[in-house]
């Protein structure tokens, strides 16, 4: 018998024969092992023990019964058999032993958060792990890709668990597979295909409504991330990103949590989603935070980054991430990307300065230069936002003169979808302008400050509702004495006109103050 | 209100293989908060006329045990007694004739370490041997460290007497069962799944075995053991269910063997104890809890 120590933890090797013949013996010599020792778990590994009778099983119970946290490791299927048929396996944990493979020399196809991905023949991949304590990852994984399939998401399911080296693989049949992140590399001309696929199943999974207990809240990791950065940032700047991520409300849907092109794979025409470990629900704005670290965070300082981890270059990067991003949206309005991805990069940058942390300190001058530069732009990040929450139907965006084209197109985009008439789409547009241009000229005076423009189309009647949200001082444009238009021109007041013209075309204009906000809404019946 | 789940119906004491006196162990049983206990030592009923002489009425109830070791073309068995007439020649028949075979036995170990090995011992310690209430093995491999011929009781077991291949002879399973109700007792079936103690015994052949039994005559099994899982329960209570068998509840105590302890019978992991334990407790008069 051979025993190893590491902490309070005890290995037992078990070996041979357990019976009624030596059971008495075996017991001792593991009883004098145990005892007197402040042990909190026990390791029998079984790699050696090649049959087990009642006499034997009973000894485990005693060891249980002594420490009850026990395991018994590397069971052979004969022994595993035996502690399953008489319940053993329910009382405690029992691994079996597993299948050796290696990987030297195999390709490598995918590499996620936990583990590297390598095609071990024609059909087959198997994902190591990289982390001690793989097989409750490996577990944990077989269990999240099982209920992803149940609710519709299409993926890989694991249907093996092998030792590889020191570590633990779970094995897939992935047949002719290859990785977005390949096709990508080889065919850029596939780009616009690529985008479409991608943000298809990104729908797909943000659209999963997840029963409540299955996967863990996504929000909570990243309180932990906000709460590590309180040593590395200004109090002030601290409590402001712990604020923005505590005010994101829950929400049930599916986030994959890693998702970039190396996890989407197409085999034989099917788009697979692959490296479910961090399987989540959450609100989007975590999920894109980790593909702008995939495509671009990572890769800001260096670009050289990106080539290596995913295979193709830093433009092609900047390139996917941004269409991608604007057929998520359903926008290319420009300020709305840069809405959005700025609230990705607060919460993305936070992670990737963790990160680097953790993995490298703050010595290395290559992790500080990458670190002051994160830390550079979420500082600046932090200043100018009010959420991290977006919606696709909404444009936050700074209250000035110099943004209402965008505001425009934004609206226009919206309105183009539902079939606007080109009458109805100037008559609003001309309305949109008037309150947008009221509220960069009074609401923030002589200070600056965001606005919300949110377009809202109802089918069946449709009905286009427009509501501007600021947080300015209240004011009322609607209070305004209409101007006497019988006058003419040269007599007429200056402004004003706008809002008469607005309250002529659309079908409704309300105006309220409500907790601090101006929110003014138009409707128009198309 | 008594808890019947502290019951305790398997236990051993000096009389077979366990380290408690029958003196020590009312005492052990009545700290250990168990109300009803038997005592079960191997192939003899002499505890439990002791324990009957000298138990006092506040001490923990009390019925009659034994734990025939049995044997027969198709396997091993211990058939558990309980509630006999320990005095009735029933009974005590079935214990002469297991002394006998056990004797008999030892003779022939003897002769075969005299035949095979030339280890001969002093008439006074065969004749010591031999009137010894269980002598096995470990007497022998003692008298032959004792004598030089090994240096420790395990090497003389395990490279002399488990050489030794002879057709021992056993009570059989019918012999111990009409037995014990000739004595007016329960015969039941212990550590079902656990065989004689060290096999494991699932499914059909658990079901033939007991189908046998239950032709000689068995009325229960013992399905509340220390070294059981509810997963092996809960086929027990099938079976028992479906022929209409007494429950009993065991630890197989051995005394300074601690790692069993008295009460641990797996009652204590259930709310509600089977129908079939209820009967039972009801059978042999036990009325403290409820019934």
Known sequence: MNDGMKADQLTVMLTGRIDSNNAGQVEKDILAQIEGKK?????????????????????????????????????SSDVYEILEMTGFTEMMRVEKAYRVVSVEGCEEIGRGANGTIYRIDQDNVVKVYNNADALADIQHEREVARLALILGIPTAISYDVVKV??????????????SFSKILAENPEKMDWCVKEYVDMLNRIHQTVVPAGKLPDVKETVVGWAEFMKDYLPVEAANKLMALVQSVPHDDHMIH??????????????????????????????????MYNAFIGYSEVNHENVLHFQGFDFDTAWKFWRKTLAAYLGTHCEKKLEEVEN???????????????????????????????????????????DTLLFNKNELQIEAVRENLEDVQSFVEEHLDRAGCSPKAGMQIGLAVEEI??????????????????????????????????????????????????????EDRQIGGLGIFLAKKTMDDLSYEYRDGQNILRLKKNL | MIDVRNVDLHMHTTVSDGTDQPEEIIGKVKNAGISLF??????????????????????????????????????????????YDPESEAIRDVVKNGHRLRMKKVTSRLDFLKDEFGFTFPQEEIDHLLSLDNPGKPHIGNLMVKYGYTKTKEEAIKEYINRIHFRSEYVRPEDAIRGILGAGGIPVLAHPTYGSGDQLILGEEMEHRVLKLIGYGLQGLEIYYSGFTA???????????????????????????????????????????????YRFLKEVGYTGGEL
């Open chain 1, 39 to 75: 042990l909190s778990s026990v390791i029998l590994d079984a790699s050696g023990l090649d049959y087990i009778s009642s006499a034997g099983l009973r000894i485990l119970l005693r060891i249980r019964k002594i420490i009850p946290d026990m395991a018994i490791t590397d069971v």
């Open chain 1, 165 to 178: 080296g020191n570590s633990y693989g779970s094995v897939f049949e992935l047949l002719n597979a290859s």
């Open chain 1, 257 to 290: 949590g890693d998702y970039h092109t190396k996890n989407l794979e197409l085999q034989n025409d099917e788009v697979l989603l692959i490296d479910m470990d961090t399987l989540a629900v959450g609100h989007p704005i975590f999920e894109l935070a980790s």
């Open chain 1, 343 to 385: 609230k990705a990069r607060v919460v993305g940058y936070t992670r990737m300065i963790r990160r680097s942390i953790r993995r490298k300190g703050l010595e290395r001058e290559d992790s500080r230069a990458e670190i002051e530069y994160w830390k550079k732009e979420l500082l600046d990040l932090l200043e100018k936002t």
């Open chain 1, 436 to 489: 947008f241009i009221n509220i960069a000229n009074y609401a923030y005076a002589p200070g600056k400050g965001n606005a919300v423009v949110r377009v809202e189309v109802s089918e069946d009647p449709v009905i286009v509702t427009i509501t501007f949200i600021d947080h300015g001082v209240p004011y009322d444009p609607l209070a305004k004495k209409d101007p006497d238009v019988t006058l003419a021109a």
């Open chain 2, 38 to 83: 038997a005592v079960t030592d191997h192939d003899d009923v002499k505890g439990c006329t002791r324990i009957l002489e000298i138990r006092r009425p506040e001490d923990p109830a009390f019925i009659t045990g034994v734990e025939f070791s049995c044997k027969d073309e198709e396997g091993q068995y211990h058939i558990l007694g309980y509630h």
């Open chain 2, 231 to 277: 997963r092996i329960r809960k086929g027990l209570f099938k079976l028992a269910d479906q022929y209409q068998l007494y429950v009993t509840a065991g630890s197989d105590y051995h005394g300074g063997n601690k790692l069993i302890e008295l009460g641990e019978t797996g009652l204590k992991d259930e709310t509600e104890p089977v129908e079939g334990f």
